[in-house]
């Protein structure tokens, strides 16, 4: 027969403080645990989303991101037209050739950042639907305009609507906000690629990004393309091609996330077997008690065994719930593959959540065990006898 | 102290808890000492540089390039005792993942401008002699077993391509700060092999300055100079330079700092609990204590001493731990950290922390302690 789950709820709320500190220190291990992966995840899934799977993306052969690329402009002509490339509904090839350059621009706080600058056409709106205008315009080609990104806009000094920004010597006036959904889109300062090219000195484009008609003709492309020795281009996968960029530095954050929190577990455990060692100690009677009620040495060590779990899902659950403010909070960082700032946002997903609950659960078990074993092998008449 | 043996007979006489507790706050201050290594491996480059050195690039980013023109009118500049310049590389070995810098160097000036490149004497002839020769770090050539002699196939990212280069030489940092992850060869090379259209361009030129005083005049006629050119120079010390690169990264050490608090405050909340326990289970004991003539200061001062102690002693073996496991392991996690190494600071604030982590899980239990009635307690027990 079991002992009734009532009986370990009276024990943790018996003694509060141990029980309140106990899984308050579980509690933040989960909380380590989840905030790494919202921020390793947050990380990825804005580059991730950047890309679309139905687009592909034209660079030089062996750079790694556009930024090193170069695509000249007969070159970028003849991609764009390919027979695979979707068509606009004038009938024009949805298809776009843009400049990229880093410029560095101050942060409000007066620190340096190298954004992300694109000259772009009037298809690159057309291949990225989730980007669409929040404030203004789009930019005139031809004038001194630029539109920002979201993002760009609240980390970036002088980015507000109607501001002016200094581009390669000139002013350029800020004329709408663009939200991208959080892709690496919006770190980023979009203008004319035709009027960009002579200011800011560059003879070339970076990319040609364009939309496969379907998706099964992209191997046709590929090998077209890439077999063209006047081009000497690599063809990718829009998606595949900024998940790539991610890649790197995500697994270094879920690595010392990984790390961080197993060492940490570690310390928890023991701390959790320190709390149940002493808990067993100061019931020795109580266990004496029910083995002589005549409950059985499992049921004790299931018992006990629970309790703990309880007392670690207890801290789990705080330790969830402490991580549920951190979701939607942007930070930036460097991506390393573009030497770029990009913003993100932490990502607290249920999953993560859950694998936080889990994780402590299992700390509870593990840190339970021990001493619930203990507590089962006790002889009734020594226990009994026992202060 | 002559009652430092009852606290260790104390600690001695329940050894699991005295073993799990230290250890836990052992883990902490192990954790405590990596992350803030991570933060100090980013400012190492901070701590590396010379204040007699200044860094001029395009005042755009380091994606536009300088020409090599500039080179004569920087030499002019009145201030400026030596001038070497370099190009950013971007390769990686076989796989992207394996990234460590590569810069093409003016090498005539490279090791006269950067003293703490340190390079024997007949490595350094035989490197300036071979035009396809590279120099490399003492810890890029542990990483990947690089020998005098071998062939080291880069691919470029910037400069497409294999480009080969012949290890002639492998250098040692002057001091520890000294990134010893990078590979250095020959500008020249570069720039003859690239089409008639990119060469002559220069990423970054270095100057060095007759003081440190001299930086902010220098840096403001050089940039005067060139200010209304097509490409106008942006010039700092190498230490404003290499802030505003760590800057960029954003954030990380907030981040750092957060975890890092958080995994302290969790095993406090645990050590805590542990004392507390302690003192309770010991009730009786502290009351013959006091019946016996202990003060009720003494026995503060042995109950939270016991709490010091514990503390005391997992800082240590934590802080010593994190300083052994990264001193010699040359731990790089994939070229992002090239100088992963606990500093004594580090070392001191983790120590520091321990004892406040004992100092304030021993305060309740003593106060309590200390507060004890002894008849009262003598008669719960009993």
Excluded at chain 2, 32 to 51: D, N
Excluded at chain 2, 114 to 131: H, N, Y
Excluded at chain 2, 257 to 271: E, H, K, P
Excluded at chain 2, 327 to 350: H, I, K, Q, Y
Aim: proline share 4%.
């Amino acid at each position: 027969m079991a002992i009734p789950l009532a009986y370990n709820l009276r024990n943790l709320s018996a003694r509060k403080v141990s029980t309140v500190l106990t899984a308050l220190g579980i509690g933040l291990v989960s909380w380590v645990f989840i905030f790494t992966l919202a921020l390793a995840g947050g990380f990825q899934s804005a580059l991730q989303a950047t890309g679309s799977p139905t687009n592909a993306i034209v660079i030089r052969n062996g750079s790694t991101a556009e930024l090193t690329s170069i695509v000249a402009r007969d070159a970028a002509a003849s991609i764009e037209s390919q027979p695979e490339i979707a068509r606009a509904p004038d009938g024009t090839p949805l298809a776009t050739h843009e400049l990229v350059v880093l410029w560095n621009l101050k942060r409000k706080n007066g620190t340096p950042a190298n954004v992300v600058v694109r000259g772009v056409t009037a298809k690159s709106v057309a291949l990225r639907p989730k980007i669409h205008l929040v404030e203004g315009r789009m930019f005139r080609p031809g004038l001194e305009e630029v539109v920002v990104g979201k993002l760009a806009q609240a980390r970036i000094a002088h980015c507000a609507l109607g501001d002016r920004i200094k581009l390669a010597g000139r002013q350029w006036s800020i004329v709408g906000v663009f939200d991208a959904q959080g892709t690496a889109f919006d770190s980023e300062i979009w203008g004319d690629v035709e009027l960009f090219m002579p200011v800011f000195d560059r003879p070339v484009y970076q990319s040609v990004t364009l939309r496969l008609d379907e998706p099964s003709h992209f191997g046709a492309l590929r090998k077209r393309l890439e077999a063209d020795p006047r081009m000497s281009v690599q063809v990718k996968h829009e998606d595949e091609f900024y998940a790539a960029q991610s890649a790197t530095l995500a697994a270094l954050l879920r690595g010392l996330g990984l790390f961080v929190t197993l060492v940490m577990a570690l310390g928890a455990i023991f701390g959790a077997l320190n709390t149940m060692y002493a808990a067993v100690g100061s019931r020795t009677k109580e266990i004496g008690t029910l083995l002589a009620l005549g409950f059985s040495r499992g049921s004790i060590l299931t018992s006990f065994l629970i309790e703990s779990v309880l007392l670690a899902t207890l801290g789990g659950l705080l330790g969830s719930l402490m991580t549920l403010p951190v979701n939607g909070i942007t930070t930036s960082t460097m991506n390393f593959a573009s030497f770029s700032e990009i913003a993100f946002r932490f990502q607290v997903t249920p999953s993560m959540l859950l694998s936080g609950m889990i994780f402590a659960a299992v700390m509870g078990a593990l840190g339970g065990f021990f001493p619930s074993r203990k507590a089962a092998r006790r002889v009734i008449v020594e226990a009994l006898r026992e202060a | 102290m002559k009652y430092l043996r009852l606290i260790v007979a104390n600690l001695l006489r329940s050894k699991r808890r005295t073993f799990l507790t230290v250890f836990s706050i052992a883990i902490a201050l192990f954790l405590f000492c990596t992350l803030r290594t991570v933060i100090t491996s980013f400012e190492a480059s901070l701590r590396a540089s010379k204040a007699t050195r200044l860094v001029v690039r395009h005042a755009a980013s380091l994606v536009f390039p300088l020409p090599l023109a500039y080179r004569e009118r920087l030499a002019q500049v009145p201030g400026v005792t030596g001038i070497s310049y370099g190009n950013w590389f971007g390769g990686y070995y076989q796989d992207p993942k394996n990234q460590f810098a590569q810069f093409a160097m003016d090498v005539p000036t490279l090791l006269d401008l950067f003293p703490e490149v340190v390079l024997p004497t007949a490595q350094a002839e035989a490197f300036r002699s071979e035009r396809t020769a590279c120099i490399i770090g003492g810890a890029l050539a542990r990483k990947y077993g690089w020998k005098l002699g071998d062939q080291v196939p880069i691919i470029g990212t910037i400069f497409p391509g294999e480009w080969r280069f012949v290890v002639r030489g492998i250098y040692t940092g002057q001091t520890k700060d000294v990134d010893e992850n990078t590979l250095f060869f020959h500008w020249d090379y570069l720039n003859e092999s690239l089409p008639e259209g990119r060469r002559n361009f220069v990423g970054i030129y270095w100057l060095r300055i007759a003081s440190p005083d001299l930086a902010a005049s220098v840096s403001g006629r050089v940039d005067a100079i060139f200010e209304n050119s097509p490409q106008p120079t942006k010039t700092e010390t190498e230490k404003a330079f290499q802030a505003g690169f760590i800057s960029m990264i954003g954030n990380v050490q907030l981040l750092l700092t957060i975890i890092g608090s958080a995994i302290v405050f969790a095993i406090m909340l645990v050590t805590i609990n542990t004392m507390m326990m302690a003192a309770r289970e010991r009730t009786r004991e502290i009351a013959v204590l006091k019946t016996l003539g202990f003060s009720d200061g003494l026995i503060l001062r042995l109950v939270g001493g016991e709490a010091l102690f514990l503390s005391l002693l997992g800082g240590a073996l934590g802080c010593g731990l994190a300083a052994l496991v990264f001193r010699e392991s040359d731990f790089t996690a994939g070229g992002f950290f090239p100088n992963f190494r606990v500093l004594p600071e580090t070392v001191l604030l983790g120590l520091l922390l321990a004892a406040i982590m004992g100092f304030l899980s021993g305060v309740a239990p003593a106060v309590q302690a200390a507060r004890l009635e002894i008849a009262s307690a003598l008669r719960k027990v009993a």
